[in-house]
């Protein structure tokens, strides 16, 4: 159960998400749930909407830095939804450690500074991963013709075409399948399994869930209408 004083702190990466609350609610929730019994005051709430990349992230969130002070003066806990929504830099979680300050993440309430670290480590890797895949897929577009900028939609464009009719061939490809299913009064999940036990892959060479299974069905009604 939480105990003593705790300052609650919420990040979104664009204007766009402060605005619309797209993923601030969530970020509330969880903290809430954390919170739920036990014997605390949540002396404060700070929220920062900002991409907040690089070392110095500290310095592009105004409201973390707040929310920081206030711990410091009413010696309270600072609490986060998820680690990630603090950094994906190690330099930067070595640096929030080192102030002094106290923190949780609600995801991760048992983690110790050592633990987290390793998690920053790995978000981190991870970033960096999603940064290079991209630049690697960019160079790969480039190298085939594909003028990128302003004309990048109008270039891509062929290739969405092939895609769309690659996905309706196999829509009807299984439509057959999933009619049987149907007869047979499956659900959802039943249908995946049997598709699953089958050996059927889905059009990437994977197994099925049901998230790939509803835009099978989908399609297969968008044809059939």
Same mark, same amino acid.
């Not at 159960?1 to 979104?12: K, L, N, P």
């Not at 998690?119 to 790995?122: G, L």
């Not at 598709?195 to 049901?210: F, K, Y």
């Not at 790939?212 to 209408?225: A, F, H, S, V, W």
């Given at each position: 159960?939480?105990?003593?004083?705790?300052? +609650?702190?919420?990040?979104?990466s $664009?204007?766009?998400q402060?605005?619309?609350?797209?993923?601030?609610?969530?970020?509330?929730? *969880?903290?809430?749930r954390y919170?739920? !019994?036990?014997?605390?005051?949540?002396v !404060?709430?700070f929220?920062?909407?900002?991409?907040?990349?690089? %070392?110095? +992230?500290?310095?592009?969130?105004?409201?973390?830095r707040?929310?920081?002070?206030?711990?410091? @003066?009413? !010696? +309270?806990?600072?609490?986060?939804?998820k680690?990630d929504?603090?950094? @994906?830099?190690? &330099?930067?979680?070595?640096?929030?450690?080192?102030?002094? #300050?106290?923190?949780?993440?609600?995801?991760?309430?048992?983690?110790?500074?050592v633990?987290?670290?390793m &998690?920053?480590?790995?978000a981190e890797?991870?970033?960096?991963?999603?940064?290079k895949?991209? @630049?690697?897929?960019?160079?790969? %577009?480039?190298?085939?013709?594909?003028?990128?900028?302003? %004309?990048?939609?109008?270039?891509?464009?062929?290739n969405?075409?092939?895609?769309?009719?690659?996905?309706?061939?196999? +829509?009807?490809?299984?439509?057959?399948?999933?009619? !049987?299913?149907?007869?047979?009064?499956?659900?959802? @999940?039943?249908?995946? *399994?049997q598709?699953?036990?089958?050996?059927?892959?889905?059009?990437?060479?994977? $197994?099925? &869930?049901?998230g790939?299974? #509803?835009?099978?069905?989908?399609?297969?009604?968008?044809?059939?209408?």
């Open positions: 159960m939480a105990q003593g004083q705790f300052v +609650a702190y919420y990040r979104v $664009t204007a766009r402060g605005q619309s609350g797209l993923g601030l609610e969530a970020q509330r929730e *969880a903290v809430a919170l739920n !019994g036990g014997d605390w005051e949540l !404060g709430e929220t920062d909407t900002e991409t907040g990349k690089g %070392a110095n +992230a500290l310095e592009k969130r105004p409201q973390l707040t929310a920081l002070e206030l711990c410091k @003066r009413r !010696g +309270a806990t600072l609490i986060i939804a680690l929504r603090l950094a @994906r830099n190690v &330099h930067f979680v070595s640096g929030l450690l080192e102030t002094g #300050c106290d923190f949780v993440a609600a995801d991760m309430p048992a983690a110790n500074k633990m987290i670290q &998690h920053a480590v790995m890797w991870e970033r960096d991963q999603i940064s895949r991209t @630049r690697d897929a960019l160079a790969a %577009a480039k190298a085939r013709g594909v003028r990128l900028g302003v %004309a990048g939609p109008t270039n891509l464009k062929p969405l075409e092939v895609r769309q009719r690659a996905a309706n061939a196999f +829509a009807d490809k299984l439509a057959g399948v999933i009619t !049987g299913f149907r007869s047979r009064n499956l659900s959802q @999940r039943e249908m995946v *399994a598709l699953n036990a089958l050996g059927i892959r889905t059009p990437n060479g994977g $197994t099925w &869930h049901r790939q299974l #509803c835009r099978l069905l989908e399609r297969i009604g968008k044809q059939t209408n």
